[in-house]
């Protein structure tokens, strides 16, 4: 052990000190101080007031996936399974069927996510080669009350709207 | 074994079989000459290009691959900067009017244009005109699907059609840009062989109707076997995937490379054997109709065993080697007659001379090696005063009339060891689930007396046991597959000098090694 030392002058030596309470009636003229203040005026507390104030989200926020639609509001997925491949937390399920609405060939019939088993990672969006999936709803705060409510089925996902302008999106470098 | 050649590859000496073509020939020894219109069952075409190599030795300057032969000496080049031009502008040629629609392609993830587009191209597209559209979803007929855009017009299907199933349905209509395979106006596919030209199909022009978006390719497991829907014994490879949450399925057959049985190609019927496989299985033992456990069927079997007076044990033709010794040792510890009676798995007529054959059942040549009578009249005679019928996998709704099937339940109690929910099954008094081929292995001999060996292909989330465990459970000797191999090889004369645990890839011919044995 070589290099500098340097030693530290210890407080808390003097008699004050030692008799704790006058630190202590200190402290607590210190804390009383505040709660008084911010009990009169809570205008000016770094504290949000959540959930009746909602926060600020970026378009690049990867919140709740969601499936984007064509304009005649037909289904953009065409089942590749190429989010289903990359999913590290293997938590989307994909059943694939003949296409029915005039659009290529394959849709999904089935598209569940398991948001229980999602981590969120955006993987999914960056390698759907339809812009099908995205992450832009802006919904942050899942909650449920059983399982099965936390899987997200097809109807649920091309229901839910996106939170953001396509320019505003985009600025998110997606 | 063949005759070998010594040639330069890039300037380094390798060594090769003789007689066959540059493309074949490096293929054994790992080194590829990218192709798309030659296929070593059909022959060189020479009309895609891709396989053009240099060859320096006074020749023109580039031959196709496919159709020069190796030669002593020859000094062959793969990869000059002009070659590697050739095969890039050949990919952009093919790639010009392709819909690169590979997310709802089935053939993505085995594509040969993927994979050469990514091996000898990797450029992206210098096309500022529109594509030419065609037609996609063609139904060809046979569960074959067409898609014109996708097609790169090797010709393949085109010639299976004429040099093996010789119907020649297909056809190359139109030239250059409208060139596009086709059938001939109100003439579908109409072969029993059809389906193999999804396999041939280098891209993804052609698609099964039944395979059709039901998995990717990457997600399949693949794993060799042997198909069971008639005595030729196809080589195959079981394609198949564990969903998240589900149970093992299996989705295709594709056939598997053996020269000395199916070569390339298997049946359509036998590829949709793999349906039996997933559907209308029994999992769970009954007793009179009832579901019970396995303790309870075996119990019960015993019992019925230990009452009957004379018993009767009934073989499946399907039966591996390994199986039917089993059950034979069984039988005869029992004191049972047994009998291979299955003339229901024979369809008479329906066999052609390339693959069909008129039996429907995998293994009925072992029947011969292991004297099991399939008479009806030996059956008959069996079945003559006896009181308990043991029925192993073998189908008797198959071979007789319901009336038939019914004046002998009258007569005897049925037991079913069974992989599937036949009729057989559901009317037997106690009937015992056992694992199927996929789930199982053993060895089985086809209708030209070959021995072939195939493995356990999948597992299924609740495993059943193999059908030498449940004889076991009921009281056969014979405990596992080794122990039937090495009870075999002591009893049955031809397989003597055969080791059974170390069957070859190509299987072993046993009338070869039967006239070699006498020889010596």
Redesign the interface.
Same mark, same amino acid.
């Given at each position: 052990m070589s290099g500098k030392v340097k030693i530290m002058e210890r407080k808390g030596k003097d008699l004050y000190e030692r008799l704790y309470l006058v630190e202590i009636v200190k402290g607590m003229a210190v804390t009383f101080g505040h709660f008084i203040s911010n009990f009169l005026d809570n205008s000016k507390l770094y504290v949000r007031h959540y959930p009746e104030q909602k926060p600020e989200i970026t378009s690049r926020w990867r919140g709740r996936h969601r499936l984007t639609t064509h304009e005649d509001g037909s289904v953009k997925c065409?089942?590749?399974?190429?989010c289903q491949?990359n999913c590290p937390a293997?938590c989307i +399920?994909i059943e694939?069927?003949?296409r029915v609405d005039g659009r290529?060939?394959?849709m999904p019939v089935r598209f569940d996510i398991d948001l229980l088993e999602c981590i969120y990672c955006g993987y999914c969006v960056e390698a759907c080669? +339809?812009e099908a999936i995205r992450m832009d709803t802006g919904i942050f705060a899942v909650t449920g009350s059983d399982r099965q409510s936390f899987v997200m089925k097809l109807d649920a996902l091309l229901a839910t709207p996106g939170a953001f302008s396509e320019e505003e999106y985009k600025k998110g470098g997606a | 074994m063949a005759e070998k050649v010594k040639l330069f590859v890039n300037g380094q000496e390798v060594e090769v079989e003789a007689g066959k073509n540059l493309i074949d020939a490096f293929g054994a020894i790992g080194i590829e000459i990218p192709h798309l219109c030659y296929h070593p069952a059909l022959g060189a075409d020479g009309n895609c290009r891709m396989c053009l190599v240099g060859i320096e030795d006074g020749r023109p300057p580039f031959v196709p691959a496919c159709k020069t032969k190796v030669a002593e000496g020859m000094k062959v080049q793969l990869d000059t900067e002009k070659i590697m031009k050739i095969q890039r502008d050949i990919m952009e040629l093919e790639l010009i009017n392709h819909p690169i629609?590979?997310?709802?392609c089935d053939q993505?993830g085995e594509c040969k244009l993927q994979d050469f587009y990514m091996g000898y191209d990797g450029k992206p597209s210098r096309m500022t005109v529109k594509q030419v559209l065609k037609a996609?979803?063609v139904e060809f007929g046979c569960g074959v699907v067409h898609d014109q855009e996708r097609c790169v017009l090797c010709a393949r299907c085109v010639r299976f059609t004429r040099l093996i199933t010789k119907t020649g349905e297909l056809g190359i209509v139109n030239r250059t840009d409208n060139a596009r395979v086709n059938i001939f106006p109100g003439r579908p596919l109409n072969n029993r062989y059809a389906l193999n030209v999804v396999d041939l199909c280098p891209v993804g022009a052609m698609t099964s109707r039944d395979f059709?978006?039901?998995q990717?390719a990457?997600?399949l497991a693949k794993s060799p076997s042997i198909c069971q829907g008639c005595s030729k014994g196809c080589n195959i490879f079981i394609d198949h995937n564990r969903?998240?949450?589900k149970d093992e399925v299996i989705y295709r057959y594709r056939p598997r490379l053996n020269d000395k049985v199916n070569g390339y190609f298997m049946c359509d019927e036998g590829r949709m054997t793999y349906k039996l496989e997933n559907d209308d299985r029994l999992t769970t033992a009954q007793v009179n109709g009832r579901e019970a456990g396995l303790s309870v069927a075996v119990e019960a079997v015993r019992r019925a065993i230990s009452e009957a007076k004379k018993t009767v044990v009934l073989v499946s033709p399907n039966a591996s080697l390994e199986q039917m010794f089993a059950i034979q040792q069984f039988a005869a510890s029992i004191n049972a007659s047994l009998s291979g009676y299955s003339d229901g798995y024979i369809k008479a007529e329906d066999g052609d001379d390339f693959l069909i054959q008129d039996d429907k059942s995998a293994n009925r040549a072992a029947f011969t090696l292991l004297n099991i009578d399939d008479s009806k009249v030996g059956f008959d005679a069996a079945l003559n005063d006896a009181d308990l019928l043991i029925s192993f996998q073998n189908d008797l709704g198959r071979s007789l009339a319901e009336d038939q099937l019914a004046s002998i339940l009258a007569k005897v109690k049925l037991i079913t060891i069974s992989n599937a929910l036949t009729s057989c099954a559901t009317k037997a008094a106690v009937a015992v689930p056992a694992a199927s081929y996929s789930e199982d292995s053993g060895s089985l001999i086809n209708c030209d007396g070959r021995l072939q060996r195939y493995e356990i292909a999948l597992v299924k989330n609740q495993p059943l046991k193999s059908l030498i465990e449940v004889t076991n459970l009921i009281g056969g000797e014979i405990a596992n597959n080794q122990e039937a191999r090495a009870g075999l090889q002591a009893a049955v004369a031809v397989l003597k000098d055969i080791d059974l645990e170390q069957i070859p890839a190509e299987g072993i011919a046993l009338t070869e090694s039967e006239v070699a044995h006498v020889a010596a």
């Open positions: 065409v089942a590749c399974f190429m491949t293997k +399920m694939a069927g003949e290529t060939e394959k080669p +339809m | 629609d590979c997310p709802i993505a996609k979803k059709r978006f039901k990717r990457w997600f969903e998240k949450y």
